[in-house]
């Protein structure tokens, strides 16, 4: 009847889930209770499928038993609400499922769509995101995020609560939304891989399980959106970032700058799919802000040591970047391109142009870009100062101690010359 | 983000806090209730711990021969950490919202302590790439 379970329940359970929710919410129209009840069914299946195998059909059984649970819940509600209103409401009845319908869209990208939705916050997108179309638990989020379960089980409940309140349906966004609404589930996407590119001790697995679980969304989303070039262009920034995890900490877990790195370590694989991805993406027409990135990226993991890095044509995709894109970020890496072409002090030149920005007052990346450079030109004692002040204003703890090591090395570096 | 919401009392505030009326010691502990049910609500509470009176507090320093060396008497600080909550919110303004509520804490008579509460940034963020 039933087969035995080889390895972990997880990966089918979170494949499943979006499925399941997407059919549960269709039958009952009730897309917070239905992301409960089928949270359940997956607790459910993970505590009983180990022992018992996993049934013919899984997902059928998630539905039926997701399902079960909704009605008992329809039910509870509407004898609470026949005491609370039996004078007015005297024949309430729970409402009457709807037949399953066969899905219209893929349910994953509905769900997708509808959990980051720009109406959240981008700490409730990214929870609800991993729950509902990831197929997460609860502890798991809260574990990844470092809060406890129950806050992680408010935000989530918050967020639901949320998107009821701005009545989003559980549709396919109408064409004239889709772009729009779809750099918003890029957007979550990538803060999610971002929040799991850390070394922080302690945590440091379930950080990663995080980038592994936004990798892979964004497959499945390329996969139902196989034509879009952004789409494509963020998988193939994510998998060219992510190749270098092996070389990006030291043995004590602390950083080391891209220039440094042992390049035996990058990943192969996830370079050539990458690059492969990302070659595809450019020959599609004018390219968007995640294909330019993920071109800079590309560049990056395909020289074979750091001193053939190809920096005039970073500084070209950094140009072209700049014109598609506002962020100010985008001109401080720019600045970091200019200085590899054209010298430090050229470098050093465009930073002044950011002083002005509002948005980077404070930032602690200006500051670190400006010591890089000053060191660069030889000016050590300035280099220090900002080495400095960006360990004082960066919110990471293992980069204040890489930019701590750096003033001291240069400060040490500077007596011994004095010596 | 997290931050770190540190409230510092005065060294007479254990003392102080002591002396109030039961209904003001009520509507302080309801008042701290609530605003950590709200938090925990909203999705932003990571703990919070109100401290034991500092004249239990030991100071402690490494010894010569790596055994600790405390100290009994309580050194003469102006102020003391009462208590703190740990927060995981949106953005700074946030945190600054919830600490001034928590310092608008009731006191004698239902009139705000108006304690100071320090919030400082957890080192929690993810690092950056450097080229």
Redesign the interface.
């Known amino acids: 009847m039933s087969k035995p379970l080889g390895g972990m329940p997880e990966h089918l359970l979170r494949e499943l889930a979006p499925q399941v929710l997407g059919a549960v919410t269709r039958r009952f129209r009730d897309f917070s209770a239905a992301e409960d009840a089928v949270q359940e069914a997956l607790l459910a299946a993970a505590t009983q499928w180990p022992g018992e195998g996993v049934p013919d059909n899984p997902r059928g059984w998630l539905i039926q038993v997701a399902t079960r649970r909704l009605t008992d819940y329809q039910r509870k509600e509407a004898a609470r609400r026949r005491r609370e209103f039996s004078a007015v409401h005297a024949g309430y009845l729970a409402p009457v499922p709807a037949p399953f319908e066969v899905a219209q869209h893929d349910d994953t990208l509905i769900l997708l769509f509808l959990c980051c939705h720009p109406s959240l916050?981008?700490?409730?997108a990214i929870?609800l995101t991993l729950r509902a179309a990831g197929g997460l638990t609860t502890a798991e989020i809260a574990r990844a995020?470092?809060?406890?379960e129950?806050?992680?089980?408010?935000?989530?409940s918050?967020a639901k609560q949320r998107i009821q309140e701005s009545g989003v349906p559980f549709e396919m966004p109408v064409e004239a939304e889709r772009a729009q609404r779809l750099r918003s589930v890029l957007h979550v996407l990538y803060l999610i891989f971002?929040?799991g590119?850390?070394?922080?001790a302690g945590a440091e697995l379930q950080r990663c399980e995080l980038s592994d679980e936004a990798m892979r969304l964004t497959r499945a989303l390329h996969a139902m959106l196989p034509g879009d070039a952004e789409v494509m262009g963020l998988l193939a920034l994510m998998l060219l970032?992510d190749a270098?995890r092996p070389a990006?900490t030291g043995p004590a877990g602390e950083?080391i700058?891209?220039?440094r790195q042992d390049r035996n370590l990058w990943i192969r694989s996830h370079i050539a799919e990458g690059v492969a991805l990302v070659t595809a993406a450019l020959s599609k027409g004018v390219p968007g802000p995640y294909q330019l990135q993920a071109a800079v990226s590309a560049i990056h993991d395909e020289a074979p040591a750091a001193e053939d890095t190809d920096w005039p044509q970073i500084l070209a995709l950094y140009d072209i970047l700049s014109r598609v894109s506002d962020s100010p970020m985008v001109n401080l890496?720019r600045a970091?391109a200019v200085a590899m072409v054209h010298g430090p002090a050229k470098g050093l030149e465009s930073l002044r142009d950011l002083d002005g920005d509002k948005r980077m007052a404070g930032n602690h990346?200006l500051d670190?870009v400006r010591a890089?450079l000053l060191e660069m030109a030889g000016d050590h004692g300035a280099a220090v100062d900002h080495y400095q002040l960006a360990a004082a204003r960066?919110?990471?703890?293992?980069?204040?101690e890489?930019l701590l090591l750096q003033a001291a090395r240069l400060r040490e570096s500077r007596g011994n010359a004095a010596g | 983000?997290k931050y770190i919401l540190m409230m510092h009392c005065p060294r007479n505030g254990y003392d102080t806090f002591g002396a109030l009326p039961k209904e003001d010691i009520q509507a302080h502990v309801a008042f701290m209730k609530k605003l950590n049910q709200d938090l925990?609500?909203?999705?932003?509470?990571?703990?919070a711990e109100g401290l034991a009176d500092p004249r239990q507090a030991v100071l402690v320093q490494a010894g010569k021969d790596g055994a600790p060396v405390t100290d009994g008497v309580f050194p003469e600080s102006k102020e003391f950490l009462a208590g703190y909550w740990i927060v995981?919110v949106?953005s700074q303004e946030r945190a600054i919202a919830i600490a001034g509520r928590a310092s608008a804490a009731p006191g004698l008579g239902g009139r705000s302590i108006n304690l100071q509460i320090e919030v400082r940034?957890?080192?929690?963020?993810?690092?950056?790439?450097?080229?």
Do not use: C, K
Request: no cysteine; glycine share 4%; aromatic share 6%.
């Open positions: 916050s981008s700490s409730s929870a995020f470092l809060v406890p129950a806050t992680m089980a408010q935000r989530i918050r971002n929040e590119y850390t070394s922080s970032t270098r990006r950083l700058p891209l220039m890496n970091v990346r670190a890089h960066t919110a990471s703890l293992p980069e204040r890489y | 983000m925990s609500q909203a999705g932003e509470l990571v703990s995981d949106e940034q957890v080192m929690s963020g993810p690092p950056d790439e450097f080229a």
